[in-house]
């Protein structure tokens, strides 16, 4: 059986481990993590992960920009936007710039995994 390849982007390095061993025991291959927007345009590229879990508000090139340029370089990958942010507007700009799923934060333990199994079908 073929594991999905995620690469997760949070400028929270604990966030990001919780995360990535949430999803290693769920069946997931979590190929790389970084902590801002840069470094996720190249480990992107380089990795080519089936998705990406980036947090909306990061150093550098923010979780919005990089998926817009995401979609336009790996037209194959979703991208799940997690945020602190609760706002609608802010759900449907991420949503039009390409993410399959936007999640807050605070509802991440129940909707992540239910938003990757969703982006693996």
């Given at each position: 059986?073929?594991?999905?390849?995620?690469?997760?982007?949070?400028?929270?390095?604990?966030?990001?481990?919780?995360?990535?061993?949430?999803?290693?025991?769920?069946?997931?291959?979590?190929?790389?993590?970084?902590?801002?927007?840069?470094?996720?345009?190249?480990?992107?590229?380089?990795?080519e992960?089936?998705?990406?879990?980036?947090?909306?508000?990061?150093?550098?090139?923010?979780?919005?920009?990089?998926?817009?340029?995401?979609?336009?370089?790996?037209?194959?990958?979703?991208?799940?936007?997690?945020?602190?942010?609760?706002?609608?507007?802010?759900?449907?700009?991420?949503?039009?710039?390409?993410?399959?799923?936007?999640?807050?934060?605070?509802?991440?333990?129940t909707?992540?995994?239910?938003?990757?199994?969703?982006a693996?079908?």
């Open positions: 059986m073929i594991r999905p390849r995620v690469l997760l982007a949070d400028d929270h390095p604990l966030l990001r481990a919780a995360i990535g061993r949430h999803l290693a025991t769920d069946g997931y291959e979590v190929v790389g993590n970084v902590e801002n927007g840069a470094r996720l345009l190249d480990e992107a590229i380089r990795l992960p089936d998705i990406i879990v980036v947090d909306l508000y990061m150093p550098g090139l923010n979780g919005l920009e990089a998926c817009r340029e995401l979609t336009r370089l790996l037209s194959g990958t979703r991208i799940i936007v997690i945020s602190a942010e609760d706002d609608a507007d802010v759900k449907r700009v991420v949503l039009a710039a390409g993410a399959f799923a936007f999640i807050e934060k605070r509802t991440m333990a909707e992540l995994l239910p938003a990757l199994r969703a693996c079908s």
